[in-house]
């Protein structure tokens, strides 16, 4: 299994000297890669193919938690239908793709608007990280690599990458199960959004301005909609205008361009229907909001001796500032603040332990990314093979191992794997 977010290790459970070792054997299911061990078989049974394919489901589900525990498929094979689409929309989105290959029935029950119903009606599976490589070693047409760290469940998967078309793409960025791209296909500029569970992908119009782009994509479940916004740009000599997708009418609609001359390079951060972005002509925060189409400022001024800054959305409202600190490589420090949207002013609320600090960041001029969802905060840097993750309502900070650095044109963020969020 690859590296994964790492935890105290368990004490080793008493096993009886008279009972062998259980043989593990190490499986490679289609369509999903995971290094784990395979689930001790069944015995057969009398059950219908329909209905005794949901012991393997049950198997999965379990698995990661209760090896041991012995399953009878018998009693699995009595479940009625209506039971078996609510057991199967609890299993882990990853593990689903085991039970595609079992039958033709299954692969129908997982396609089912049933199925997509309760799956939608349950929980979130909880945070994960996709980590995406542009070419593989293999050249820049060759297929691209993604994997994802469920947090929960502390195992990677690979997902399968090759239905995108070969183009030299680069992640923009994930929302309610969606992933968007953009790159060039030859000469032209290409933006793809893509749900890699249900590997259903469409390619956006080009933009009247088409030229490389910053890209931000939300999802609206509740219309049914994802949004692409291109932020203002300059290309050349010449400024672009603000643009926006919406996939209820696919096509891009042109707005007003940024009244800002100078922008932080900060990524851009999105929360409430709003894009934030650093600029310091003029000082503060430019906010887009997206219903009116229009740019505010806003005057809410850096922290003192801030050395870089990075703009972080996390729920509802909340916006985050995180950056360093600090005039001298030892006087240096990590630090988060949140945005006072009544009085505009940001305000501190937790700073990196010395620790951590100084085992994410060897080097006082080394690089640093950072990027968040739902109150969590990850920090990466390009010599480091794990993260570091913040949960600011808990307050807690914790190591991810096997978390990838921005080296070797790789990219990460959170990502939240739904097979019920269509790409509409």
Same mark, same amino acid.
């Given at each position: 299994m690859d590296a994964a977010v790492a935890v105290p290790a368990r004490a080793a459970r008493p096993t009886s000297p008279s009972r062998p070792p259980k043989t593990i054997r190490s499986t490679k299911p289609r369509g999903l890669d995971e290094d784990t061990a395979a689930p001790p078989a069944f015995p057969k049974g009398k059950a219908s193919s329909s209905s005794a394919a949901a012991a393997p489901a049950a198997a999965l589900?379990?698995?990661?938690?209760?090896?041991?525990?012995?399953?009878?498929?018998?009693?699995?094979?009595?479940?009625?239908?209506?039971?078996?689409?609510?057991?199967?929309? !609890? /299993?882990?989105?990853?593990?689903?793709?085991?039970?595609?290959?079992?039958?033709?029935?299954?692969?129908?029950?997982?396609?089912?608007?049933?199925?997509?119903?309760?799956?939608?009606?349950?929980?979130?599976?909880?945070?994960?990280?996709?980590?995406?490589? !542009?070419?593989?070693?293999? %050249?820049?047409?060759?297929?691209?690599?993604?994997?994802?760290?469920?947090?929960?469940?502390?195992?990677?998967?690979?997902?399968?990458?090759?239905?995108?078309?070969?183009?030299?793409?680069?992640?923009?960025?994930?929302?309610?199960?969606?992933?968007?791209?953009? %790159?060039?296909?030859?000469?032209?500029?290409?933006?793809? /959004?893509?749900?890699?569970?249900?590997?259903?992908?469409?390619?956006?119009?080009?933009?009247?301005?088409?030229?490389? !782009?910053?890209?931000?994509?939300?999802?609206?479940?509740? !219309?049914?909609?994802?949004?692409?916004?291109?932020?203002?740009? /300059?290309?050349?000599?010449?400024?672009?205008?603000?643009e926006v997708y919406d996939s209820n009418e696919n096509k891009w609609s042109v707005h007003q361009m940024m009244p800002a001359a100078n922008l932080c390079s900060s990524k851009m951060a999105f929360c409430d229907s709003r894009l934030y972005l650093e600029t310091l002509s003029p000082l503060g925060l430019m906010m887009y909001r997206v219903d009116a189409g229009r740019w505010e400022h806003i005057p809410a001024k850096f922290p003192r001796s801030l050395l870089d800054g990075y703009l972080v959305a996390g729920a509802r409202t909340r916006l985050f500032l995180v950056g360093r600190i600090g005039l001298y490589s030892t006087l240096q420090s990590m630090r988060i603040w949140e945005l006072d949207h009544g009085r505009t002013v940001w305000v501190e609320i937790s700073r990196m332990p010395p620790r951590y600090f100084r085992a994410l960041l060897r080097l006082s001029a080394e690089r640093f990314e950072c990027f968040g969802q739902d109150n969590l905060i990850c920090f990466t840097s390009w010599n480091q093979g794990k993260g570091l993750l913040y949960d600011v309502d808990k307050k807690s900070w914790s190591w991810i191992a096997g978390c990838a650095s921005q080296l070797c044109n790789s990219q990460v963020c959170f990502y939240e794997p739904r097979f019920d969020t269509s790409i509409y």
């Open positions: 589900l379990l698995h990661h938690h209760h090896a041991d525990v012995p399953m009878d498929a018998s009693v699995w094979a009595g479940l009625p239908d209506d039971l078996l689409l609510e057991v199967l929309a !609890r /299993v882990p989105p990853f593990l689903l793709f085991r039970l595609r290959p079992v039958s033709r029935r299954w692969e129908a029950i997982l396609r089912d608007p049933a199925f997509l119903a309760a799956h939608a009606a349950v929980p979130s599976h909880g945070p994960c990280l996709l980590t995406f490589s !542009r070419g593989g070693g293999g %050249g820049a047409h060759s297929p691209p690599h993604c994997s994802v760290l469920s947090i929960p469940l502390h195992a990677r998967y690979k997902l399968p990458f090759g239905f995108l078309p070969p183009w030299d793409l680069w992640l923009v960025g994930s929302s309610g199960g969606l992933v968007c791209f953009s %790159g060039f296909d030859g000469t032209t500029f290409r933006t793809v /959004v893509c749900n890699p569970l249900t590997q259903a992908w469409r390619l956006l119009p080009d933009m009247h301005y088409n030229q490389q !782009r910053q890209l931000v994509l939300t999802v609206d479940k509740s !219309r049914r909609s994802f949004k692409v916004i291109a932020a203002s740009d /300059v290309y050349g000599d010449k400024a672009l205008p603000t």
